[in-house]
């Protein structure tokens, strides 16, 4: 969103920088996700966003290896526990879960540069036994540069689920 554009401007990115984040944060995080068996009732605006977030400021900001890790770490636990039933219901409160991550993303962000760490293995712990019920590490680098799943996303057009943008 807006804070991540603020980002990229106060460091003088251009378009393409932005780009570039944008697309490595979506597949960094799509990958993961799909490498783990989430229990359907995980919506995943929430849940997933915290941490693509992160890894989109942290490509901006050029970090290395080292700390992409930790930060993955830290911003992976700062996700909530996003139902969809939420969907179903029509509960307003999911519109939040976008605004939450980018703030929940330069929280982690500020953590780990105060020093602060996570867990040694957050994406799996977490999308594995929190989110979902099994995680494949191999299974997020298969095909890794020769397959990007950005291409074949779904990405939502409209201000609802996606299960009546057809009709919409």
Known sequence: GRRRMAEAEARGAGGAA???????????????????????AVH????AGPLAAALAIARLRGDGAAAIRSLMNIAMTLGVASSRQALAD?????????????????EALMLR???????QDAPASILGG???EAFD??????????????RQSYF?????????????
Not at 96 to 104: D, E, K, L, W
Not at 113 to 119: L, N, V
Not at 137 to 150: E, Q
């Open 18 to 40: 932005v780009i570039d984040a944008f697309v490595l944060a979506y597949e960094a995080v799509g990958r993961l996700w799909r490498a783990a068996t989430i229990r359907l």
């Open 44 to 47: 995943p605006h929430g849940t």
């Open 90 to 106: 029509g509960a307003t409160v999911r519109n939040v879960y976008t605004g939450h991550s980018g703030r929940a993303a330069f």
């Open 113 to 119: 540069d105060a020093g602060f760490s996570g867990e």
């Open 130 to 132: 929190i989110y979902g």
């Open 137 to 150: 590490a191999r299974a997020a680098t298969d095909r890794l540069g020769a397959h990007w799943f950005v």
């Open 156 to 168: 939502k057009r409209f201000a609802s689920g996606r299960y009546v943008h057809g009709a919409l």
